[in-house]
């Protein structure tokens, strides 16, 4: 297996622009994870889901990030409108059970870049 | 999830054990130490876990004191690829997702 997929790696766009990140979960994994990482605030988690499902979106920030899981080898983290303040790390994580249940391993994808200038 | 503390950075030579502490003094029954760790512009990667007992895998040993208000990660035989940021993490085992605090910046050096 490829691992977790993440595209772009890279994004840099200008403030106000819509920004879409994408992610592939490992096959069968069923729950998915984002999270940001900055140097101010470390690694969040934004939001997971289980079985295609959001189950906890406590983490997103505010009503410009949206998250949506279509199927179960496809997610998106969507900002719209972008800020200076959302350039970070974006990192997809998939496991094959809930973190703490038997399996608890979490594995992470490479992360997208974001700069938003 | 119970606060833990760990050392901001620690080095280590090639080869040696690299032996990464973490206190814990506020931990539940019912909590486990997790243990991950990020080497740089990658993801995070789960190492190890363990509630009561030492638990030893492929990649690390985990030492857990019999109070279970600290332990102490083992590297046996540090390499380079061994330098990353460790985080150490007191989680209920049931709903558990990981909070990465700062971590341990582990550097091994030649």
């Known amino acids: 297996d490829a691992g977790v997929i993440q595209s772009p790696r890279h994004e840099v766009t200008e403030m106000g622009q819509e920004v879409t990140l994408r992610c592939k979960p490992i096959?069968?994994?069923?729950?998915l994870f984002w999270y940001r990482q900055t140097m101010m605030r470390g690694l969040e988690l934004l939001i997971y889901?289980?079985?295609?499902?959001?189950?906890?979106d406590s983490g997103m920030p505010e009503d410009r990030f949206s998250a949506k899981m279509p199927n179960a080898s496809f997610s998106t983290l969507k900002i719209q409108p972008s800020e200076p303040r959302d350039s970070a790390v974006y990192f997809c994580?998939?496991?094959?059970?809930?973190?703490?249940?038997?399996?608890?391993?979490?594995?992470f994808g490479p992360g997208t870049r974001l700069t938003v200038t | 999830d119970a606060k833990t503390t760990q050392p901001t950075s620690m080095d280590c030579a090639e080869g040696r054990a690299a032996n990464l502490p973490c206190n814990h003094s506020t931990i539940s029954g019912n909590e486990y130490v997790y243990w991950y760790r990020q080497i740089h512009s990658q993801g995070p990667q789960y190492i190890i876990h363990?509630?009561?007992n030492n638990e030893t895998n492929e990649m690390a040993s985990l030492i857990i004191t019999e109070d279970r208000k600290s332990s102490t990660l083992i590297l046996p035989h540090a390499t380079l690829r061994d330098t990353a940021v460790y985080y150490c993490i007191a989680a209920p085992g049931g709903s558990y997702i990981p909070t990465f605090g700062r971590g341990t910046s582990l550097i091994v050096h030649p």
């Open positions: 994580a998939s496991s094959l059970s809930f973190p703490g249940e038997g399996s608890h391993e979490q594995y």
């Open positions: 363990g509630l009561k």
């Open positions: 096959s069968g994994h069923d729950y």
């Open positions: 889901f289980n079985n295609n499902v959001p189950i906890d």
